[in-house]
């Protein structure tokens, strides 16, 4: 008998928690009656602003034009006694600093007065902004250490809102974060500089089509999927807690194989968590359409509508930090992580972009008969030469250590980005090549074959899930984003290189005008030479298959496999110019970016090592050796008995060759570890994933072998088994 040594019970899991929080039920949710009754919203401003004030703010909101201290001064008593109202004794100006993260530093509304007493107060300047200390935030060499001085800068056209927390709550005010030389240390500014440059172009075309619109933006929709597990075995994982996957664990018998959790019933005790998530994300104003179980144990996903990319940003940072807060009050760990379990699905972040006009017209919405569109021709044809010419950036803004481990497999796309448009738009293109667009294919009609079912409305193409960025219905789905990523860099790739793109041809189609050409035959004549160029970066087959990444070479399409491949391309001298001409960031932002990511992939690596390091040589080794002195004493005391023990024998051999196989791969980590040091940080990373990272997986594959032989009750780690289905 082996002595039982496992220091948790896995039944704790399954019985431990309560559909009620604190024992108390849950009150019913009416959506209509609390969306958005946590948010400063436009509607409660232009009740309490003088009218004069409420145009001014609505001239800066809706159509960028600057804004003056009355109206700041008029908005911030409003906001005041609207939070205040709320119970909110704080207030924070909230960022987005370069560490994917979000930031806050909280100031009361309370100031002593000469009587000895305390008023509130709240002023335009505090609105305005900021000085929160900035000498430990990511910076990529903008500034130095002892340069502590940053700015934040309210952002007036993203909502105001209160978190609330069982003590109390305060005011978040969404700002800019920038260094005392006015360069952008966050996510956001880049994305209103992107958002206007997007604006500027698209506001020119539609001029050309004769439309008019006060202003253009990009419209983003975000899935997010996530796992869960329970806390019990959340804090027993050293890897969960430190690098937000399992560094170790063998596969279980069971995982995604018979594909019967995506879409299955969703779990009590997840579903009263999603509840309870959804209604503060509803308060915040967040507006949530979409939850299912996702393709593996324990993956879910939750979707939100599209908003204005900027509002949009700032929620799917709400959103993360909602589902991971909310998640422990059932006991539950949100891991966001694009891979925590090897073999199983991975974990993405499918942004869903596109462009509409302050009037609600989508600039992608083909309609009916897309072939008759030319002005959404022109503007697709602007998206599919802006992906085809910075391939680079588009793999750059998903690239981090995380979605390496994800992308290539298990529904992730591939890392060569392509687009897929589908056989109607395909062949509506082929058409505008060869001279004349005259038709477009129709769905029509799909039979089930069956009189009591219905005939549905047939799409006139299908989906491709392989496809990194595809074209679905009246939007692109770039497919590629992780689910642990800031969605704000991809947004300002979108922007920019859409906007870049635009402007060429605005640029083309005014000089062919200009030749005396109708509109038409101009039209006509930017639009073949634009597709002509771009037409190798489409592609609706299988992004998994070897097939394409060897005719993806034949195109002359990038294939950056890793972050380390991609991330020097930034600093490329197209992608400096291209960032400089629409104002989106300077060489200076840019190279501070390209150091701070490679940094940020360099430590995530490293401490990922030393936790396998530490794992391995603290839990799993004296675990397999304490079972190892079992056997030995059990072989010992059966050849005294002069029993056959060959069995035994050879489990020990087994037990004693896996430790042989971890004790030289520790040595080969530990040799790669001590060789990393280098001054450039991109030479640093490179080294670590050629050399570190081939140790790790050597580490893991002894580890995972020693999982199947050692005793499970010996064994120091919750396993996939149990994190996967215990609930």
């Given at each position: ?443 029509g009609l799909l039979g089930l074959g069956s009189p009591v079912l219905p005939s549905l409305p047939k799409h006139a ?267």
């Amino acid at each position: 008998m082996t002595k039982a040594l496992r220091r948790y019970d896995t039944l704790a899991a399954a019985r431990n928690w309560s559909p009620k929080k604190n024992g108390e039920p849950m009150e019913s949710m009416n959506v209509t009656e609390i969306f958005g009754e946590n948010t400063f919203q436009q509607e409660d401003l232009k009740e309490q602003l003088p009218k004069s004030i409420w145009k001014d703010l609505e001239k800066t909101v809706e159509e960028g034009e600057q804004l003056n201290s009355d109206v700041a001064d008029a908005v911030a008593v409003a906001m005041k006694d609207w939070a205040m109202d709320k119970g909110a004794t704080h207030f924070t100006h909230w960022f987005q600093p370069l560490t994917g993260l979000t930031a806050e530093k909280h100031d009361s509304f309370i100031t002593p007065n000469q009587g000895g007493g305390a008023i509130s107060e709240f002023s335009g300047n505090d609105l305005i902004q900021g000085e929160p200390d900035a000498s430990s935030f990511p910076n990529g060499g903008l500034r130095q250490t002892f340069e502590a001085r940053g700015y934040t800068a309210w952002d007036p056209t993203s909502p105001a809102f209160i978190m609330e927390n069982e003590n109390g709550s305060y005011l978040c005010i969404p700002t800019a974060f920038a260094s005392w030389t006015g360069e952008a240390l966050d996510h956001k500014t880049p994305i209103l500089r992107s958002n206007e440059a997007l604006n500027k172009q698209a506001k020119r075309a539609l001029e050309l089509f004769d439309v008019d619109a006060k202003r253009v933006a990009a419209t983003v929709g975000t899935e997010q999927e996530y796992f869960l597990i329970d806390q019990e075995f959340y804090y027993r994982r050293p890897d969960l807690m430190t690098s937000g996957r399992t560094l170790v664990g063998a596969k279980p018998p069971r995982g995604q194989e018979l594909d019967d959790h995506y879409f299955g019933s969703i779990p009590d005790r997840v579903l009263s968590f999603m509840l309870e998530a959804e209604k503060e994300l509803y308060k915040l104003g967040i507006p949530v359409k979409t939850r299912h179980n996702e393709v593996a144990p324990s993956q879910y996903e939750i979707a939100p509508l599209f908003e204005t990319c900027n509002i949009a940003a700032d929620h799917q940072q709400l959103m993360m930090i909602t589902l991971k807060r909310i998640a422990r009050d059932y006991g539950l760990e949100c891991m966001l992580h694009e891979k925590p379990f090897d073999g199983l699905n991975g974990s993405g972040k499918h942004l869903n972009w596109s462009m509409a006009t302050n009037s609600g017209m989508n600039l992608l919405e083909p309609g009916d008969n897309p072939h008759d569109n030319m002005q959404f021709l022109f503007f697709f044809s602007a998206v599919l030469k802006a992906v085809y010419e910075n391939q680079d950036l588009l793999r750059i803004s998903i690239a981090h250590a995380g979605n390496d481990h994800r992308l290539g497999g298990n529904e992730a796309p591939p890392a060569i980005i392509s687009a897929y448009i589908g056989e109607q738009l395909e062949d509506v293109l082929t058409q505008v090549l060869n001279g004349n667009a005259k038709e477009s294919k129709q769905g029509g009609l799909l039979g089930l074959g069956s009189p009591v079912l219905p005939s549905l409305p047939k799409h006139a193409g299908d989906r491709n899930r392989t496809s990194p960025f595809a074209f679905t219905g009246n939007k692109f789905e770039f497919r590629a984003v992780g689910s642990s990523q800031s969605i704000s860099f991809p947004i300002v790739v979108l922007n920019t290189i859409v906007a870049d793109a635009i402007d060429d041809l605005c640029t083309n189609l005014e000089e062919e005008v200009d030749r005396a050409k109708s509109f038409e035959d101009a039209l006509a004549t930017v639009m073949q030479d634009a597709l002509g160029e771009c037409k190798d970066i489409i592609f609706n087959g299988d992004g998994y298959s070897d097939e394409w990444e060897k005719e993806a070479e034949e195109r002359g399409l990038l294939n950056l496999k890793t972050t380390i491949d991609a991330l020097p391309k930034f600093t490329d001298e197209k992608n400096i110019s291209l960032f400089e001409k629409h104002g989106v960031l300077n060489e200076r932002e840019i190279h501070s970016r390209q150091e701070i990511w490679a940094e940020q992939y360099l430590t995530t690596l490293n401490i990922e090592a030393d936790t396998t390091e530490s794992m391995a040589k603290t839990m799993i080794y004296p675990a397999a050796v304490r079972y190892m002195n079992e056997l030995a004493e059990n072989v010992e005391r059966i050849q005294e008995l002069g029993i056959e023990g060959e069995g035994s024998k050879n489990m020990l051999k087994k037990v004693n060759k896996g430790l042989n196989d971890l004790n030289i791969a520790l040595e080969e980590l530990r040799e790669a570890v001590l060789d990393s040091d280098s001054e450039n940080v991109i030479d640093s990373a490179t080294h670590v994933k050629e050399n570190v990272k081939p140790a790790m997986t050597k580490i893991r594959d002894s580890v995972d072998f020693l999982e199947r032989h050692v005793a499970d009750d010996y064994w120091p780690l919750p396993i996939y088994r149990e994190m996967l289905f215990v609930k």
